[in-house]
């Protein structure tokens, strides 16, 4: 892409194509950038540019007092198609460590971390994008719209390589209660300190009632059935045959 600079302001066209105007003007003169035309974890950086908790990039030689006032919490400088990593710092994760926006297996605590949970996603890994389940020119979008189990369906199938293995729906799971999302995207985070959980989870891989245990993060069984406990929910898994190995 040339030198030239955005012209919209706030999130438009741009944000996730790059500049346009020549685009606009002449389309054979100058090309837009199409996410889906790429390598799917750059592409997945469009998303990621605001989808993400993150850290000025100059904290890597500074310290936040050295910014203050001038903290950034957005990518200044990156275009799409350019590496995201040169642009911004991701907010830091241990594996077992606790911190204010994670829990200690990776789960966000907060809205606005879809990014960071999907990048250690197996979907991520298997080149899923955030875009194979949202269309970013809907207003009527996932989010503000449930989409029923057909979304996932579209590329799983009972007894298919990718799973759910078992036969049919009543062998994965004799809850009759929950789609795919209440088991699989439970709402984890809050949009506001004092708001209830709103906001789905996107690590996708199922969070059991011992994680629960261990680190204080909610689980879609007694999140829905508020009124069992840890081991009712354990002992349903066991019946299941869905018992992880410790
Ligand atoms: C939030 C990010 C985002 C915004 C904002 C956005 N797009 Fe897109 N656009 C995408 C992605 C991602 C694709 C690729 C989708 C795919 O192939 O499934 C795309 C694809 C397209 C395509 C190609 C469609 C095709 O079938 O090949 C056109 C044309 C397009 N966008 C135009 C626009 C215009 C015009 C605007 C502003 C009114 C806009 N987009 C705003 C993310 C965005
Ligand atoms: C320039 C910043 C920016 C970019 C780039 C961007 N988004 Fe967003 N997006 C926002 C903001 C701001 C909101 C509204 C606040 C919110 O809901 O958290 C939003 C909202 C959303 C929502 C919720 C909409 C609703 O109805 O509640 C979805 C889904 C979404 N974005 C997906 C995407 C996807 C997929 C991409 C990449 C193709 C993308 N966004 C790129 C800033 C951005
Ligand atoms: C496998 C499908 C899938 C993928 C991949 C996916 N999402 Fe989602 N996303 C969903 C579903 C389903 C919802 C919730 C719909 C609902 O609550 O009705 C959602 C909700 C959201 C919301 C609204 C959150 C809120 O505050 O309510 C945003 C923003 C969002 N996704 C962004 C992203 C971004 C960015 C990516 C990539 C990093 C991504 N999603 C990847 C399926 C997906
Ligand atoms: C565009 C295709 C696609 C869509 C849409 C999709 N998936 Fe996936 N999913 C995959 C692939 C590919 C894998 C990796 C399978 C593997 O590793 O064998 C996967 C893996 C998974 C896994 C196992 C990951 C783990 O960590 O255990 C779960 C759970 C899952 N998907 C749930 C969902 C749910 C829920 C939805 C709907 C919101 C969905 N998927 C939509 C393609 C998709
Ligand atoms: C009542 C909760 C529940 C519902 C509803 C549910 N699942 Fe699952 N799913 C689970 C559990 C529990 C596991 C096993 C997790 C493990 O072994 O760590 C699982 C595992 C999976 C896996 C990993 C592969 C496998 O077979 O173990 C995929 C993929 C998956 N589910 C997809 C889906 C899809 C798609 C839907 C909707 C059609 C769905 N699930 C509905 C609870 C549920
Ligand atoms: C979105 C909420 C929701 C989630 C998440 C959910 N359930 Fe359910 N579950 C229900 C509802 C509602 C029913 C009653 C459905 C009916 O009667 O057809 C039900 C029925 C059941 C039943 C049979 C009735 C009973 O109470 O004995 C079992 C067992 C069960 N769920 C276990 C689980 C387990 C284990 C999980 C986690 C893997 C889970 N459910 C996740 C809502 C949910």
Redesign the pocket.
């Known amino acids: 892409m040339s030198q030239q600079k955005r012209i919209e302001a706030g999130i438009g066209c741009e944000s996730c194509h790059g500049p346009g105007s020549v685009h606009a003007k002449d389309e054979r003169k100058e090309s837009i950038y199409k996410a889906s035309d790429h390598d799917s974890h750059r592409a997945t950086e469009v998303c990621l540019q605001c989808h993400m908790r993150n850290r000025d990039k100059r904290m890597e030689r500074l310290e936040l007092k050295d910014l203050f006032g001038d903290v950034r919490d957005y990518p200044k400088g990156f275009e799409p198609g350019k590496p995201l990593i040169n642009y911004k710092l991701q907010a830091p994760f241990r594996l077992g460590q606790e911190s204010k926006e994670f829990y200690a297996n990776g789960v966000g605590k907060k809205n606005r971390m879809q990014g960071n949970e999907f990048v250690h996603s197996i979907m991520y890994k298997h080149g899923i994008t955030c875009f194979d389940c949202h269309d970013p020119h809907k207003l009527d979008s996932t989010s503000t719209t449930p989409p029923g189990?057909a979304l996932?369906?579209k590329c799983?199938d009972?007894g298919s390589v990718?799973?759910?293995?078992?036969k049919n729906?009543q062998a994965?799971?004799s809850?009759g209660?929950?789609?795919?999302?209440?088991?699989?995207m439970p709402k984890m985070a809050r949009h506001l300190k004092s708001s209830p959980l709103t906001v789905r989870t996107h690590v996708f891989?199922?969070i059991?009632p011992d994680d629960t245990r261990q680190y204080g993060v909610p689980n879609?069984?007694t999140g829905c059935h508020t009124g069992r406990t840890l081991e009712w929910a354990e002992k349903q898994?066991e019946q299941?045959g869905?018992?992880?190995w410790k």
């Open positions: 189990d996932c369906m799983h009972y990718i799973g759910p293995h078992q729906r994965h799971t809850c209660g929950a789609s795919c999302i209440d088991c699989h891989g199922f059991t879609a069984c898994l299941w869905m018992t992880p």
